[in-house]
């Protein structure tokens, strides 16, 4: 299963409006990640431990933002953004919270272009 598209499905699914990960654990056998400040996807393939699983979901799940940390064999750590193609290897726990009296969107932020989330009370 990929992680990344599992979780979107989930919150589409669910109608989740405004959700964000509270924790997880579990393996990955395949992870492609975003580095910081990089253009270019990093991809490794083995056994890693999901030691950080963070973001927030806007837009009843279409517009997300997730980063990612891993640990391998040895305690090497490494995270980025979390992109498709990340496959569970035994499990991935997951909790997540959905705030109905928020509401999250993402909008472009003049100075950055980044769209950029924005929360409001509903």
């Known amino acids: 299963m990929d992680l990344k598209q599992e979780l979107t499905q989930f919150v589409e699914t669910n109608q989740l409006q405004s959700a964000s990960i509270s924790t997880?654990?579990?393996s990955l056998r395949e992870l492609i990640i975003r580095p910081a400040n990089q253009q270019e996807l990093l991809h490794?393939?083995?056994?890693y431990?999901?030691?950080?699983?963070?973001?927030?979901?806007?837009d009843q799940g279409k517009n997300n933002h997730i980063?990612?940390?891993?640990?391998?064999?040895?305690g090497n750590t490494i995270g980025?953004?979390?992109v498709d193609g990340n496959i569970i290897y035994t499990?991935?726990?997951i909790v997540l919270l959905n705030n109905k009296a928020m509401n999250f969107t993402r909008v472009v932020d003049p100075e950055t272009t980044y769209?950029?989330?924005?929360?409001?009370?509903n």
Request: glycine fraction near 10%.
């Open 49 to 58: 431990e999901i030691v950080s699983l963070t973001g927030t979901f806007a």
């Open 115 to 121: 769209y950029e989330l924005k929360v409001e009370e």
């Open 91 to 93: 499990t991935a726990e």
């Open 44 to 47: 490794l393939q083995g056994h």
């Open 67 to 74: 980063h990612i940390s891993v640990s391998d064999s040895t």
């Open 80 to 82: 980025g953004h979390l």
């Open 24 to 26: 997880c654990v579990g």
